[in-house]
């Protein structure tokens, strides 16, 4: 009887060791949780009280890995579709990105490598290392202290159309500020001269070949893949294709991923990263722009063309934007 026992109890001694209770049935599972609604950031805070995060316990069933810090940044811009191509990539198996924005390297730098690295997913041997942070592409400090990093980081950049970029990024402002100037007050330090105001942002963001400049004082231009915001609505396989090359990915997400929304105006994933449900970007995605003054769009578009074809010979591609 003795001799049993002692076999019973080395026998369980390996496959009973993850058991808590007697009785108890092991938690499922889970699939990673969806981010909040694109557009309206999932705050650092809110992504750390979810039920169980960073927990022993939640590690161990969200599978092992460990946590790195990012090999490649969507580093801009701000209404790109930086959002959408961020939530494409999340359904290839072999990218881990943050849900939400970090803004590590403009807001929140002083706390250190330790802490950025804390933020990230963990990550299996061959699974890339992901954040998106538009803002970073308009910070002056942000290239070198990606830089500082790691000199081997891919950057992303989406890129539109500058004029319907600020008119987009107006219209995100009114939605939250009813009472802000007017898109064409705004655009000009003086209407009658039609002097443009260069220090607002929705103008200045667009001035893509300005910006780039100083990334190209830290990264050469073969490390940066630039995507057109345009071609991510009317061929996001096309985009996606190109974004899985430059990453070293095999090609997965292809044009089976998506279908079109007419109502939204947006591609649409059939299968959203652990769901089985077809997922389309939240409500704040595909605002109805304001009417604006058609002298005032032409304004802006003779203003931005220099630096359009600037920024179309740094990169050697034309976006077709004039």
Known sequence: MLFLWLYMFYSCAGSCAGLTTRGSPAPPRSAPPLPGEPGEETSLEEQRAAPGAGSPISSFFNGSGTKRLPQAIIIGVKKGGTRALLEFLRVHPDVRAVGAEPHFFDRNYEQ?????????????????????????????????????????????????????????DYTQTLSKKPDIPTFESLTFKNRTTGLIDTSWSAIQIGIYAKHLENWLLYFPIRQILFVSGERLISDPAGELGRVQDFLGLKRIITDKHFYFNKTKGFPCLKKAEGSSKPHCLGKTKGRTHPDIDQEVVQRLR??????NMKFYQMTGQDFGWD
């Open 112 to 168: 250190g490598l330790a802490w950025y690295r804390d933020l990230m997913p963990r990550t299996l041997e061959g699974q890339i290392t992901m954040e998106k942070t538009p803002s970073y592409f308009v910070t002056k400090e942000a290239p070198a202290r990606i830089s500082s990093m790691s000199k081997g980081t891919k950057l992303i950049v989406v890129v539109r159309d500058p004029v319907t970029r600020a008119i987009s």
């Open 302 to 307: 003779d203003f931005y063309r220099p630096f």
